[in-house]
């Protein structure tokens, strides 16, 4: 059995929001698609681990918006990378709030999906929440794709079609203690890079999660 | 409220086959996709009206196969545009068969992903299917996505920067009786054409539907 082959499924990229337990907060997430026309009902699929999952179920309401193709790589970074749980992803960053009190990016976003959860199905790692559309807004700009996502990170972040970000010295061997060895994560994609990090991948403790999805250090390959 | 606001969305396209009372058959569908990493488990949406919904109901099996960019474009209208209800879709194209006895596509497809059901969920029009992974192939091939098929189906489904199929004539006033409009279902994005099918859009009964995703009438707009 091949994991790969999941890889060759499409996804968009998106920025759910939520405001519950009195607080804000929001992550990316790639699982958002419609799963019924009449009525629209949207799916979402968050990590049970993540604080948005913890505030979507108290309060059951959430927005999903639709980052556009050429969003600064460091909205991604900032929804992607890091935990609500240690910082207020939105304190120094545009947002409005919706009628739910949701908040709402000002800049990036391809669509604005104003949702109500109706009902919520544990399926393992993820809860997947069924929605139905309260509200929609369109904006004219083309969505960024997962895959693009990937794209531009190889890239260090660039846009589409730029030169990508590649240091004007070639990089040499780690001196850090590391083999200067790359890591993929087998699910989303994401390298872990030694010469980076500057930890190899073998001390990183047993319960290390991927950053993006979440997923345990087992299922990481070598980058050969 | 903008319900073309769910077009940001990104999907792939896949067949979804399944072996049921007694026979084979499978369908078109984008909403495919991975909704739990431990386990992996998928979701899949198949419209209930589809005879595909049908025979997974019975066997609890299905087989996504993830088409390729590149997939000629009858292998699309033949799994997307009639039912198998009518015509047997298996009939004169090249297949294999799972060790479930699910028809699997010899040629065209990116990833083959076998699946056992262990949930559904009837979400309205649909019905989402909650799936494990039984055995995953992947093909080095580049996924389609659900706007290239988009574009491709614009352009008489010539293949991505190929020359768009123009007819040599440019097209006149249908003397059919329609008035030449274009209607878009707001849902999927497929184009009712008035010159190409002969017949008002206005003309056609309540009961009609998108042949591409099944919604009603009223769900079309027309495109100036």
Same mark, same amino acid.
């Given at each position: 059995?091949?994991?790969?082959?999941?890889?060759? &499924?499409?996804? *968009? !990229?998106?920025?759910?929001?939520?405001?519950?337990?009195?607080?804000?907060?929001?992550?990316?997430?790639?699982?958002?698609?419609?799963?019924?026309?009449?009525?629209?009902? &949207?799916?979402? *699929? !968050?990590?049970?681990?993540?604080l948005t999952n913890e505030l979507v179920k108290d309060s059951g309401i959430l927005s999903v918006q639709v980052l556009e193709r050429d969003v600064p790589f460091d909205v991604i970074s900032r929804f992607g990378f890091q935990s609500?749980?240690?910082?207020?992803?939105?304190?120094?960053?545009?947002y409005q709030t919706n009628a739910d009190g949701c908040p709402i990016l000002v800049d990036g976003i391809a669509a604005q999906i104003d949702c109500k959860v109706i009902g919520a199905m544990d399926v393992g790692s993820h809860t997947l929440f069924i929605c139905e559309m309260t509200d929609a807004i369109r904006n004219d700009k083309t969505p960024l794709t997962y895959a693009q996502y990937h794209e531009r990170k190889k890239n260090g972040g660039a846009l589409l079609g730029a030169a990508?970000?590649?240091?004007?010295?070639?990089?040499?061997?780690?001196?850090?203690?590391?083999?200067?060895?790359?890591?993929?994560?087998?699910?989303?994609?994401?390298?872990?890079?030694?010469?980076?990090?500057g930890v190899p991948f073998a001390d990183l403790p047993e319960d290390w999660e991927c950053p993006i999805c979440h997923v345990k250090k087992k299922m990481f390959t070598e980058v050969k």
């Open positions: 059995m091949d994991n790969t082959a999941l890889f060759q &499924l499409s996804y *968009g !990229l998106y920025v759910v929001t939520t405001k519950g337990k009195g607080r804000i907060n929001g992550q990316i997430a790639n699982t958002v698609f419609q799963i019924s026309d009449t009525p629209v009902r &949207l799916g979402v *699929g !968050l990590n049970k681990n993540n609500g749980r240690n910082v207020d992803k939105f304190a120094d960053i545009a990508a970000a590649v240091p004007e010295v070639a990089p040499t061997a780690p001196a850090d203690g590391t083999n200067g060895k790359r890591y993929q994560c087998m699910i989303c994609g994401h390298i872990y890079d030694e010469a980076k990090e």
